[in-house]
């Protein structure tokens, strides 16, 4: 096939999804390096404290160390406070570590971007912690990572608002099926 253009197909999708009894967070598990498949079965969804957790895409030395970083922030807040930060609290603590990231000199740049799902008083709540540091709260669903396009756009024609988490698993076996 002289002539035509191999496309290199890398990078991740990472999705979060508002139901009416939570949030569904939703992550492939390949870790690619150019063309080679570094990692076929890496976990990108992590718990970050008793009442949030995040997906990450990026890069991965990056996405580990920041994810340990703010779950030790959030152990630390919750021993000094003796309670839960509130999701609010823990995505600015996260926006921040991750814009002090990307500020720092180094030979490679660290780029991950993360979607933060959490409960606290004010119900659940997604939140897009941007590779900038930038914050985003969304009310129904987001995706993030290289293949955020198309789940977007799936999620644009397949999304209800008010589903249970079950209603959401169901539709998932379904399409990938």
Not at 76 to 93: D, F, H
Not at 126 to 138: A, H, K, N, R
Request: net charge positive; glycine share 10%; proline share 1%.
């Amino acid at each position: 096939m002289q002539g035509m253009k191999k496309r290199l197909q890398t990078g991740t999708t990472t999705i979060g999804i508002v139901c009416k009894d939570g949030i569904v967070l939703v992550a492939d598990k390949r870790v690619s390096a150019g063309y080679r498949i570094a990692h076929k079965a890496f976990d990108k969804i992590h718990q970050i404290s008793d009442n949030m957790a995040v997906t990450t895409a990026g890069l991965v030395s990056d996405a580990q160390l920041i994810t340990k970083l703010i779950r030790a922030e959030l152990r630390l807040k919750k021993i000094r406070e003796n309670r839960e930060a509130t999701v609010k609290e823990g995505s600015n603590l996260l926006a921040n570590i991750v814009y002090a990231n990307i500020r720092r000199m180094s030979m490679v740049p660290g780029i991950v971007g993360f979607l933060l799902a959490g409960k606290d008083n004010s119900g659940y709540q997604l939140v897009e912690i941007g590779v900038d540091g930038s914050i985003s709260t969304f009310d129904d669903y987001t995706s993030d990572g290289s293949g955020s396009d198309l789940a977007i756009g799936a999620l644009e024609a397949s999304y209800t608002k008010n589903l249970s988490i079950e209603e959401v698993e169901i539709r998932t076996r379904i399409s990938s099926d």
